[in-house]
T-cell receptor, first 111, second 113 residues
């Protein structure tokens, strides 16, 4: 998979505010951009993904946007709640076999 | 439906001892299989991946090895553990192709003492 740079590494937000995490990639041929969430002590799970033929995808309070020109994709969480506290990973656009992840963002939602 | 089993959940091993972690997948055929390590508060480091029986690709030089003796079985091993091998080990699988979701096992928390 392609390496990606993920920022920020930590993010603290007030409950109800929005959170945005960004990943930058370099391979212009990349066409699939997933996001995973890992709660404390648990396994990562896919929460949303997007393919390159669309610019944005929403699922309730989460959304992913893609800017192919700038080569970055972002995870947006609106109206944050305590259960959104977790580590979020973007995955490097995968090849048919290899799958690597960004460094992760620890999101803390303050009550 | 597909399931992934990884065991044990926790393991405490002395330095210099061997290691064997096992992962099996049910409900799918010919999956891509992965081993990741996660240090406390850190990211997912890809250790090994496999596209078929006996086919192992290593991402990071270390004293760990992996094997895939059967289509849906992936084993992570070490002959002699180091303190630095401590971490959270995750097995994962996904179907072939680029647009496929990865499914993770429950993880093994390894502490080398």
């Amino acid at each position: 998979g392609e390496n990606v740079e993920q920022h920020p590494s930590t993010l603290s937000v007030q409950e109800g505010d929005s959170a945005v995490i960004k990943c930058t990639y370099s391979d212009s041929a990349s066409n699939y951009f997933p996001w995973y969430k890992q709660e404390l002590g648990k396994r990562p799970q896919l929460i949303i993904d997007i393919r390159s033929n669309v610019g944005e995808k929403k699922d309730q309070r989460i959304a992913v946007t893609l800017n192919k020109t700038a080569k970055h994709f972002s995870l947006h969480i609106t109206e944050t709640q305590p259960e959104d506290s977790a580590v979020y990973f973007c995955a490097g656009p995968p090849s048919d076999y290899k799958l690597s992840f960004g460094a992760g963002t620890t999101v803390t939602v303050r009550a | 439906s597909q399931t992934i089993h990884q065991w044990p959940a926790t393991l405490v091993q002395p330095v210099g001892s061997p290691l064997s972690l096992e992962c099996t997948v049910e409900g799918t055929s010919n999956p891509n299989l992965y081993w990741y390590r996660q240090a406390a508060g850190r990211g997912l480091q890809l250790l090994f991946y496999s596209v078929g029986i006996g086919q192992i690709s290593s991402e990071v030089p270390q004293n760990l090895s992996a094997s895939r003796p059967q289509d849906r079985q992936f084993i992570l091993s070490s002959k002699k553990l180091l303190l630095s091998d401590s971490g959270f080990y995750l097995c994962a699988w996904r179907d072939r192709g680029k647009f496929t979701e990865a499914f993770f096992g429950q993880g093994t928390r390894l502490t080398v003492v």
